[in-house]
């Protein structure tokens, strides 16, 4: 068999194929990742795209940097602290969202944050890319302009029936005309499963920008069309806003687990939240347990939990709120967690998991550079700019409404995620390449994929695969192949439990990994959602 070049995994099968012809092409795993990511947004546009945000993660085998490139949304300066405080409905249950009856967090041009996709994945191309940017951006724009088949993923997020509080699939589609006109069918109805979705519009954007250079996003003529169309619409975002954007560079978060070390991103991400699950679960003995029973689940669940009491307690911007990292994911921090949890201390009183969105590619290459990149729309505006053809964010719905808290709003402040673009370490060298979408269930995600590999043995097929269960504090969400029996047992063990009665839970998060166990790489692709793992010989 031929030595393998490389290997992309990613949510979507055509995509992690345009970043394998990539690597057959002569490319590295960081002209793989840019060249899948925009392929992704025209893949997935209500999971990413051009008015989105991210993260990444990556290692350059050659110089032996290894950092990450932050690009997350900001919001506009005529946002306020205490703008929407009297007329926010809290927060759901569900989805720890912002609730306002006007859905004005959620949809429109409010919603919106200064997006740093483009931005991010510019600079990335100049650190990192072997090839040249046109090029790379060349597959996404064949994909827009001949069309894309609809998938059932795509389909079942906008036609499911929405949590309490949000808006429907169809309200989303229908808030601006430009939307309705991009994604309803002659019908008025979203595209069908099979349906090929054309986006021409969005293909004379990217050719834009492949001639012109990502500049022109944020200062040239597209960045022009978006500031008018943003004023005119009330949007918080100015065309200053855009011209001032600015990438974040930064080295990871560092921790261990049972020797192996774990590299995740830096708030406002959630790389420090994750850590510290890993560090609290090394206080205990996972060898002799069985996977999937009830001790599994419950100590997971208390790792879960704790871990997202620090989170709201601390995570913020740091740009404007001094973040304890260190003590977050210290080791005397983990043992006075689980010195609680042994003295039967349980989670309870606090929000649920919010809906999957978001979208996650890892690559690698036979050189051995890594990228773990996450990016997102939120859940998408239902926004789009009359003759751009992309969809925008909705970032502005994770801040915290109460002014004088870590994550409340302000001009310029990026809100929390839960976004962990990871790299997990051995003796040195790469071993897992790991990342979700999701919103909060990423860090579940990523966190029992980790485990399931490092303490049980499970390749990376089944890492992602195995039956999965999510905590933030509240109740405990146990996919449908959790055993009843075992879930019988949580609620014994006084967990409040919510047991899907779907075979494939839309809440649940996707992780895609790759493995490199004993230097020999494979790629599990989360079969929840689709998936692909695209392998280049």
């Not at 006007?102 to 191309?125: C, K, N, S, W």
């Not at 979203?190 to 492949?210: C, F, I, N, Y």
């Not at 003995?285 to 419950?298: K, N």
């Amino acid at each position: 068999m031929d030595a393998i070049r490389g290997l992309v995994v990613c949510p979507q099968p055509r995509a992690a194929d345009a970043g394998a012809a990539v690597l057959r092409r002569g490319g590295n795993a960081f002209d793989a990742a840019l060249a899948t990511a925009f392929c992704q947004m025209v893949q997935d546009p209500f999971m990413c795209g051009l008015g989105g945000m991210g993260t990444l993660q990556f290692l350059d085998a050659r110089s032996g940097r290894h950092g990450m490139i932050d690009f997350h949304a900001r919001a506009g300066a005529k946002v306020t602290p205490d703008m929407w405080a009297a007329d926010s409905q809290g927060r759901s249950e569900i989805s720890g969202y912002a609730l306002f009856e006007d859905f004005r967090a959620e949809l429109g041009y409010q919603a919106i944050m200064t997006p740093g996709t483009v931005a991010g994945l510019a600079r990335f191309h100049a650190m990192l890319c072997s090839m040249d940017w046109a090029t790379l951006l060349a597959p996404a724009i064949r994909m827009a302009r001949e069309g894309v088949v609809v998938a059932p993923f795509h389909h079942d997020f906008l036609t499911r029936t929405p949590q309490p509080g949000l808006p429907s699939g169809l309200r989303r589609l229908s808030t601006t005309p430009a939307c309705a006109a991009l994604y309803l069918d002659a019908q008025g109805t979203p595209h069908k499963v099979g349906d090929t979705l054309r986006q021409p519009e969005m293909a004379d954007s990217l050719e834009r920008l492949a001639r012109h250079g990502a500049a022109d996003f944020y200062r040239g003529e597209i960045a022009a069309r978006i500031a008018e169309d943003f004023a005119y619409n009330g949007a918080f975002v100015t065309a200053e806003d855009l011209a001032g954007y600015a990438v974040r560079e930064a080295p990871p978060v560092i921790g261990s687990y049972r020797g192996y070390g774990i590299a995740s991103n830096p708030p406002p991400g959630s790389g420090a939240v994750l850590i510290a699950m890993l560090n609290i679960l090394e206080q205990f003995d996972l060898a002799g347990v069985q996977p999937g029973s009830v001790r599994h689940l419950d100590l997971v669940a208390r790792a879960m939990a704790a871990a997202h009491e620090d989170r709201e307690t601390w995570l913020a911007d740091p740009d404007f709120v001094e973040v304890p990292v260190a003590e977050m994911i210290s080791k005397p921090r983990a043992a006075d967690w689980a010195a609680r949890i042994r003295d039967g201390w349980m989670p309870g009183g606090h929000r649920a998991s919010p809906p999957s969105c978001t979208t996650h590619v890892s690559a690698w290459d036979a050189a051995g550079n890594c990228v773990s990149l996450t990016h997102t729309l939120g859940t998408g505006a239902g926004v789009v700019t009359p003759g751009l053809g992309f969809n925008w964010n909705n970032a502005m719905k994770l801040f915290d409404m109460r002014p004088g808290r870590p994550n409340s709003m302000a001009p310029g402040k990026a809100r929390t995620t839960g976004m962990v673009p990871t790299i997990v370490m051995k003796d040195g060298a790469p071993w897992m390449i790991v990342g979700a979408p999701g919103g909060s269930v990423i860090i579940s995600a990523v966190l029992t994929t980790i485990v399931n590999a490092i303490d049980f043995g499970m390749g990376a097929v089944e890492a992602v695969s195995f039956p999965r269960i999510h905590c933030e504090g509240g109740p405990i969400f146990c996919e449908a192949r959790v055993q009843e029996d075992v879930v019988q047992a949580l609620r014994k063990l006084g967990h409040e439990v919510r047991h899907s009665p779907l075979s494939y839970d839309p809440g649940m998060s996707r992780a895609h990994a790759i493995l490199l166990r004993d230097g020999r790489p494979a790629g599990g692709a989360d079969p929840r959602g689709g998936g692909g793992v695209a392998v280049a010989w």
